[in-house]
Antibody
Framework: QVQLVESGGGVVQPGRSLRLSCAASGFTFSSYAFHWVRQAPGKGLEWVAVISYDGKIQYYADSVKGRFTISRDSSTNTLNLQMNSLRVEDTAIYYC??????????????WGQGTLVTVSS | DIVMTQSPDSLAVSLGERATINCKSSQSLLYSSNNKNSLAWYQQKPGQPPKLLIYWASTRESGIPDRFSGSGSGTDFTLTISSLQAEDVAIYYCQQYYSFPLTFGGGTKVEIK
């Protein structure tokens, strides 16, 4: 069955960096695009970034553009999110999510359980 | 950016009764190439990630009970739970995938009356 397992969250000071990972299994990783979606405590959902099935195309939300980088490693079936220059407002649960069909800008058909990132001094 | 507005923010419905959630987009989500609306619905229970219910505005995801249905076109969409069950207590979100950035509605909390 499809499994997405995030890791790498934690407490970090403003201005510092953190790298999140998402291990995928149960399907052909290289056939799908992936997204990161975040949810601040008690708030709604915010799309963060997408990477195409082949890694050649990435899009970002304006709120993270220039600070976050999404990448993927098909040799390990892993999705990554490098987060630099972190801000207090980046505090959230970060979910990785699989794109629902071939392409990279669609619905999210499978989600991980999420990893909590807390940015605080 | 396409703004997604959900209403109401919350609603309380008796068990077995109908629940209706509305979602309005700031521009049409009708994709001319396939005549489908780029709109999805998700259910999120406390402490869990969101779960896909519906995509293309009205296509039910595999395994989703048929009491959940989606309708609408253009800029106005509706998620209907035909007969509310206790396990349907959750927050429901709509999401547009017509263009980047992908955006969500603010959510509607459904409770039992």
């Amino acid at each position: 069955q499809v499994q997405l397992v995030e890791s790498g969250g934690g407490v970090v000071q403003p201005g510092r960096s953190l790298r999140l990972s998402c291990a995928a299994s149960g399907f052909t990783f290289s056939s799908y695009a992936f997204h990161w979606v975040r949810q601040a405590p008690g708030k709604g959902l915010e799309w963060v970034a997408v990477i195409s099935y082949d890694g050649k195309i990435q899009y970002y939300a304006d709120s993270v553009k220039g600070r976050f980088t999404i990448s993927r490693d098909s040799s390990t079936n892993t999705l990554n999110l490098q987060m630099n220059s972190l801000r207090v407002e980046d505090t959230a649960i970060y979910y990785c999510a699989r794109d629902g069909k071939p392409g990279y800008g669609d619905w999210f058909d499978h989600w991980g359980q999420g990893t909590l990132v807390t940015v605080s001094s | 950016d396409i703004v997604m507005t959900q209403s109401p923010d919350s609603l309380a419905v008796s068990l077995g009764e109908r629940a209706t959630i509305n979602c309005k987009s700031s521009q049409s989500l009708l994709y001319s190439s396939n005549n489908k609306n780029s709109l999805a619905w998700y259910q999120q229970k406390p402490g869990q990630p969101p779960k896909l219910l519906i995509y293309w505005a009205s296509t039910r995801e595999s395994g989703i009970p048929d009491r959940f249905s989606g309708s609408g076109s253009g800029t106005d969409f509706t998620l209907t739970i035909s007969s509310l069950q206790a396990e349907d207590v959750a927050i429901y979100y709509c999401q547009q995938y017509y263009s980047f950035p992908l955006t969500f509605g603010g959510g509607t909390k459904v409770e039992i009356k």
